[in-house]
């Protein structure tokens, strides 16, 4: 389900920007930077949600109460909300 859902994201994005290059004939760059900024948001707001359900789904695991290490705990609590930070900061001037 995720990769169909790649894929049909990638053939909207090249369909959009295939349609920017046609609509450049009218040399107005305003439509070419509206649209990239649309297609950067979109695609990172996808990639935030799907973030967010994923720290949701693997939180609900079990926990280990012996593990012989904590690199999943590791992980999961340092590694997922870093993703997190890392899209809102380029989400952030893109929006701007």
Do not use: H, R, W
Not at 43 to 67: C, E, G
Not at 69 to 82: I, Q
Request: charged share 10%.
């Amino acid at each position: 389900m995720g990769m169909f859902f790649g894929v049909v994201l990638m053939v909207f994005v090249v369909v959009s920007s295939i349609f920017v290059i046609v609509k450049e004939g009218d040399c107005d760059p305003t439509i070419a930077i509206t649209t990239g900024n649309i297609l950067k948001m979109s695609v990172l707001s996808i990639l935030i949600l799907a973030s967010i359900y994923t720290y949701y789904v693997i939180a609900q695991f079990d926990v280990n109460p012996d593990p012989i290490s904590f690199l999943d705990d590791m992980l999961l609590f340092l590694c997922l909300p870093s993703f997190f930070l890392y899209s809102i900061i380029c989400l952030g001037p893109t929006i701007l």
